[in-house]
């Protein structure tokens, strides 16, 4: 699946060019191994898998792609890990 960028909404398509998730999203990323694509929506970031549904809420400020099963992200003072399931794990309090 690719990112591509429709009247300013992100959505994803197949290799062949053919929509798999409509175009609604302010910016999106790649899909990791783990199937899991981190997006932004009205601002906030989540995280959606290959069939568009949200997995993660849009709660986030920005967000990185998984590695190794998390994701960096940030809300507010908060500066830490996201697992697969949403679970947080704290780095360090954002400055």
């Given at each position: 699946m690719a990112a591509?960028?429709?009247?300013?909404?992100?959505?994803?398509?197949?290799?062949?060019?053919?929509?798999?998730?409509?175009?609604?999203?302010?910016?999106?990323?790649?899909f990791s191994n783990n199937?899991?694509?981190?997006?932004?929506?009205n601002g906030k970031w989540g995280f959606i898998d290959k069939a568009g549904t949200e997995?993660?809420?849009f709660v986030y400020d920005d967000a990185e792609?998984?590695?190794?099963?998390?994701?960096?992200v940030w809300r507010e003072d908060f500066h830490g890990n996201v697992d697969e399931t949403g679970n947080e794990s704290a780095l360090f309090p954002s400055v």
């Open positions: 591509v960028c429709n009247n300013g909404k992100w959505g994803y398509v197949d290799t062949l060019g053919n929509e798999l998730i409509t175009p609604r999203y302010c910016d999106a990323d790649y199937g899991l694509a981190a997006v932004q929506l997995v993660i809420p792609q998984f590695v190794n099963g998390l994701a960096e």
